[in-house]
């Protein structure tokens, strides 16, 4: 019987190429923007901007209307799918996967409500607020009102936060400048997009997509991406259809055979992220990203992900934009010194930032700390 063959070994480098070039952060890519928001599978919403400038930072010649039209289009839909937070996804995409975050959602009710959660009669306050979706899209303001009226005794936080858990929501997209106001519109997604959710949970479809857009990864990797358990029995059914490496500690990583893994000293461009960017917070490990020194600064005291900026693939600093009267200021702050080199390409990427997302001010400056 012959030998088994040894997995390849991927250094730090070969593993940061191979991820910025699923995220399209090689270099912006021409392609339509519903196939690079696809690719992507899905890029964390929490707030309305940052997929915004996350997509400006890897799609050629994007602009806003772009994205703004494909969400009134209802072709992409900001919902809750990974780790229970709002992402924006294609509304194909949010159709077939919604179901494999179910158990997850459904779960975190105890999890976050925990004493809060006991008492609330989960099936009837479910098809309550169902019934009063199915009218028209409401405020989450307007559904706990309705709910407390049929429940005037309940936690109507409580009663909201399960609703959102167990519906599958979508937030309706206005003219705001972001795509969507602050207190915005929640629809059924079934009736919003006309089409029903995949009955069952696809974890191998799901899986697959996560190695496609950040791959090669661990077990671990995509548990932290999904916020999903047990998906070490799909990958090993997965495996004989996958590749396999060990990164330089060791540890087994799978990826697609026919996925991009380019050569370590392949140029990477500046690159400036948004808050919450999936870069970030996709995988376990993140030394392919950033150094282990800087990794508590990518999270800072009540739990937000900073916006960043990359240097030779690399998590290197923060920023953020300050606006005084006509005047845009990008404030970028490294973690270690820089050449003048390297700030003069962050400094011409990061005046294209600013009249991204400034683009009524009248002047820009850059800044570094």
């Known amino acids: 019987m012959p030998a088994a063959t040894a997995s390849p070994t991927l250094t730090t480098r070969e593993l940061n190429r191979a991820t910025l070039a699923r995220q399209l ?5 021409k392609l339509p923007l519903l196939r690079a928001v ?6 964390q919403a929490q707030q309305a901007k940052p997929p915004f400038v996350g997509l400006w930072s890897r799609v050629e010649g994007f602009r806003r209307e772009d994205l703004t039209r494909l969400l009134q289009k209802r072709d992409v839909v900001r919902a809750t799918l990974m780790r229970g937070t709002l992402h924006l996804a294609s509304a194909k995409d949010y159709l077939k996967l919604r179901a494999a975050f179910s158990p997850l959602l459904e779960a975190s009710v105890h999890s976050v409500l925990r004493e809060r959660a006991e008492g609330l009669d989960i099936e009837p306050l479910v098809r309550a607020a169902r019934e009063y979706l199915e009218e028209e899209p409401r405020t989450f303001e307007e559904v706990r009102d309705h709910l407390l009226e049929r429940y005037p005794k309940a936690d109507e936080r409580a009663m909201g936060f399960l609703v959102r858990m167990y519906l599958p929501l979508v937030q309706v997209p206005t003219d705001a400048e972001w795509g969507f106001p602050p207190a915005t519109d929640f629809a059924l997604a079934e009736s919003w997009l006309g089409e029903p959710l995949g009955a069952g949970a696809e974890l191998d479809t799901l899986v697959l997509r996560y190695l496609s857009a950040f791959g090669p990864a661990t077990v671990g990797d995509v548990q932290t991406w999904t916020g999903l358990k047990g998906l070490k ?13 060990r990164d330089e500690k060791g540890r087994e990583l ?3 055979p026919k996925a991009p893994r380019p050569p370590e000293d392949m140029a990477a461009p500046p690159r400036f ?20 020194a800087h990794r508590p600064r990518l999270i800072t005291k009540n739990l937000r992900i900073p916006a960043t900026f990359l240097v030779d693939g690399f998590v290197t600093g923060t920023w953020k934009v300050e606006r005084k009267k006509t005047t845009a200021v990008l404030l970028v702050e490294p973690f270690e010194p820089l050449t003048k080199k390297t700030r003069d ?3 011409g990427e990061g005046e294209a930032l600013l009249r991204f997302v400034e683009s009524e001010a009248r002047a820009f400056e850059v800044r570094f700390a």
Request: charged fraction near 35%.
């Open 25 to 29: 952060l090689l270099e912006r890519e």
């Open 38 to 43: 696809e690719r992507l599978v899905a890029l």
């Open 233 to 245: 029995d799909v990958l090993a059914s997965l495996k004989p259809k996958l590749r396999t490496f």
């Open 254 to 256: 799978f990826d697609l």
């Open 273 to 292: 992220l948004p808050e919450f960017d999936s870069l970030v917070l996709g995988h376990d490990d993140r030394s392919r990203l950033v150094a282990d």
């Open 345 to 347: 390409a962050l400094a």
